[in-house]
């Protein structure tokens, strides 16, 4: 289980808390997070990772409190818009950095690495570096990274924002498959209701640096009581 | 405080030493023996009138005629668009950074002198000689600068021009002008610094107390009138012109960043002059190129076997060459400290402290080196012999004077690594080593390689400070150049120069392509 309780951040350290953060998720899930832009989705992700300090408030993995971890000690791995590669590494190397950043693995580890990377279709192209892929083939290597770092938690910031619809479909099936058969939780955040509906059981709405609904996916983007998540869908 | 920036501020610590304490004695001055109050009132010496006035008429003149072609030259440059020969010229233009002085000096004088291929008047030496070599020198250094400024005009603007009809005239009024305008205070603040500081070529080409300029009065009074005084007198004198100057510029504007890869446009621009364009890149090739050229000529026309057979020269050769690689560790170390903290902080938020770390790392940028060297001469001449301390001195000086130029080169690279992969690196526990492996080196390599090529380049070919502390038996190949100057063995000197020449060009070559490594990476 996942959780966020009262988790607050305010990027002007004297003032109070601009936000205010309370989450959940379960093992297995893909969490949608989706809001307009600047309403601290990004943030709530940094926050999760520990790039950026919180005021207050707890962040837990099965009961385990991580918010006074650093960075590279919280057992979850994110993937990022763009820039997860190295672009002077190959694949194989860009990877194995996931293991070990000393580069020295053991023979079952590097097996492990030609796995991951056999999973999301990419066998074959270990020597290629990051400059020699397309878009969607870049992400795929960024989540078999995550895959052979054996994190309960995934934090996903707009991993598809740049690729075509169809390549945003497959992508997203692709991680539901691996969510489930790892039973990972994942936090994506995304700017496409579509990819929401696509990925998620459920749903959350973030406005103005708070969860302001959070719901089954296809309930809360048909909520037309509330104004904002009007407004930010532009419907009716 | 995390570690990063403790390294950092280590830097600046030793730093503020290494300018300071030589300051302190510089304003300590009335302790030297031998000083009388009637010393300060310097403005009764009509010598040191002249000086002054000399100092800022020259570097007045250079400014004004090096930024007025060089407008000429870039505009035609940027509207010839794509053209044959287009990197190998701006190749040529980068040369005048890496060129020794007083090797171009000499070029110039086989070019232009009494005796040379196009003799201009009588002689070269004095304003005429001097504004020529400062104008080769800055002339092609101005165009890199503002070539750039061209190319980031977008393709709109012209597209629009076209539609408007504008006339050249108005293109220039309306879409231009209002660009270069932007820039062109850094840039005058720039040459006109290096003008004011300029000392090899003014000590070549300058013509006694006539042609004469503060640089050049404090290296006569400290090696041959034997006066500290005076010479301390000079130095804190140019130092406060430096420094009114270097504030006055300033406010006018930001420096300008130093463009080190200009791409070519990926589009021509519709232009009816292109014989006018044509001829003004030609005559401004020729003019950076003749003096190089001349001076290959009457290398290979002298005695090279004899010079070459000469284990001076290899002495000196060598001397020289641990100069230009100490001072190029020391200087993309330093930066490098430096700017690891100033590109963490940037990218925290906290802009401003890291403009703050990159300006005190560049603020040596308006010392000149014979002010510091002055500094340090009257700090050690009571206590050691400072004919012994020549090496670390130079070496260190040059390590100081490199640092701006690491920093302008290697920032760029150090913040959009720390943008892009610092939280990358975090959330895969690269650090220390590891990360130095694995991702800082691949990535820096090359603005290493050149950072270091460039402060390299420039200690080898300097001829300042070691000219202060040099001696018969500690000789570097530029000043064993001046010395054969001076001893009126011009066809060795020339030998010897391009024998420099080469030098420099070779290291530089070794370390941008060596550190550089070969492969471009791909983003």
Same mark, same amino acid.
Request: charged share 10%.
């Given at each position: 289980?996942?959780?966020? $309780?009262? +988790? /607050? ?10 936000? %205010?953060?309370? *989450?959940? @998720?379960?093992?297995? $899930?893909? +969490? /949608? ?10 943030? %709530?992700?940094? *926050?999760? @990772? ?5 005021? /207050? ?41 996931g293991i070990n950043p000393s580069l020295k693995l053991s023979e079952e580890q590097k097996n492990e690495v030609s796995d991951a990377l056999k999973k999301l279709g990419l066998s074959g192209l270990e020597k290629r570096k990051p400059g020699q892929l397309s878009g969607g083939q870049r992400q795929r290597v960024a989540l078999a990274r995550a895959l052979v770092r054996h994190h309960k938690v995934l934090l996903l910031d707009e991993p598809f924002a740049a690729l075509g619809p169809a390549l945003r479909q497959e992508l997203i099936e692709l991680l539901k498959s691996l969510v489930q058969q ?55 | ?340 903290s100033s590109s963490e902080l940037a990218n925290r938020g906290k802009v401003n402290r890291a403009k703050w770390i990159e300006l005190a790392g560049s603020v040596v940028y308006v010392l000149p080196p014979l002010v510091l060297g002055t500094g340090y001469f009257v700090l050690l001449a009571p206590h050691v012999d400072v004919f012994d301390w020549v090496f670390p001195i130079v070496i260190l000086i040059n390590s100081m004077m490199g640092l701006p130029f690491v920093i302008k080169v290697l920032s760029p690279a150090m913040r959009k690594n720390q943008m892009r992969y610092q939280n990358l ?99």
């Open positions: 289980m996942f959780k966020i $309780e009262q +988790l /607050s951040f305010s990027y002007h350290q004297q003032q109070n808390a601009e936000m %205010l953060f309370d *989450l959940d @998720a379960k093992p297995g $899930e893909i +969490l /949608s997070i989706i809001g307009p832009s600047g309403c601290g989705k990004s943030t %709530l992700l940094n *926050l999760i @990772a520990g790039f950026l300090p919180a005021q /207050s408030g707890h962040i837990s993995i099965d009961n385990e409190f991580i918010e006074n971890l650093s960075p590279a000690q919280r057992p979850l791995t994110m993937v990022f818009q763009q820039h997860n590669l190295f672009p002077h590494l190959d694949l194989y190397t860009n990877v194995a950095l790892k039973s990972m939780i994942a936090l994506l955040v995304s700017h496409q209701p579509d990819d929401a509906l696509q990925a998620s059981g459920r749903t959350a709405f973030i406005h103005q640096g708070r969860v302001c609904a959070i719901d089954e996916t296809a309930k809360l983007l048909n909520n037309t009581d509330n104004k904002d998540i009007r407004s930010y869908l532009g419907s009716l | 405080m995390n570690r990063q920036s403790t390294s950092a501020y280590w830097v600046l610590a030793l730093l503020s030493l290494a300018v300071l304490i030589p300051m302190a004695s510089l304003l300590a001055v009335g302790r030297l023996p031998g000083f009388e109050s009637s010393d300060l009132q310097f403005w009764h010496s009509s010598y040191i009138r002249r000086v002054l006035f000399f100092s800022f008429w020259q570097a007045f003149l250079s400014t004004i005629i090096s930024l007025g072609l060089a407008l000429l030259v870039a505009r035609s440059i940027a509207f010839r668009g794509n053209f044959l020969l287009r990197n190998l010229l701006l190749k040529l233009f980068g040369l005048p950074i890496v060129v020794p002085s007083i090797v171009a000096v000499m070029g110039v004088v086989s070019v232009y002198g009494a005796e040379g291929w196009i003799p201009l008047g009588r002689s070269l030496y004095g304003l005429n000689g001097i504004l020529i070599a400062h104008v080769f020198f800055n002339l092609p250094l101005a165009v890199r600068l503002l070539l750039p400024v061209w190319q980031s005009l977008p393709d709109h603007y012209w597209q629009l021009a076209d539609q408007l009809r504008f006339t050249p005239w108005q293109r220039w009024v309306h879409i231009e002008w209002p660009a270069i305008r932007e820039s062109l205070p850094g840039v005058a603040l720039l040459v006109f610094m290096l003008c004011l500081t300029s000392f090899a070529v003014v000590l070549t080409l300058g013509g006694g107390p006539k042609s004469s300029t503060l640089e050049v009065a404090i290296y006569q009074s400290l090696r041959f009138d034997f006066d500290p005084t005076q010479a301390v007198i000079l130095a804190l004198l140019q130092l406060s012109l430096c420094l009114v100057v270097a504030f006055l510029g300033l406010s006018l504007q930001k420096l300008p960043e130093v463009e080190i890869n200009i791409s070519a446009t990926s589009y021509a621009r519709h232009t009816k002059n292109l014989l006018l364009h044509n001829t003004v890149i030609l005559l401004a090739a020729i003019f950076v190129a003749l003096p190089l050229l001349a001076m290959i000529i009457d290398a290979i026309r002298g005695p090279v076997i004899e010079v070459l057979g000469n284990s001076k020269l290899w002495l000196a050769s060598a001397y020289t060459l641990m100069i230009g690689l100490s001072a190029a560790f020391c200087s993309v170390l330093a930066g490098w400290l430096l700017l690891r690196c975090c959330s895969l526990a690269l650090r220390g080593w590891h990360k130095f492996r694995w991702v800082d080196w691949p990535l820096l390599r090359r603005p290493m390689g050149l950072a270091a090529a460039l402060v390299a380049a420039m200690a080898m070919g300097d001829l300042g400070v070691i000219a202060l502390f040099g001696s018969v038996d500690t000789t570097t190949l530029p000043l064993m150049l001046y010395q054969q100057l001076g001893a009126y063995r011009i066809p060795q000197a020339a030998v010897s120069a391009v024998f420099l020449l080469l030098m420099c060009l070779i290291v530089f070559w070794l370390l941008e392509r060596g550190l550089g490594g070969k492969y471009h990476v791909q983003d």
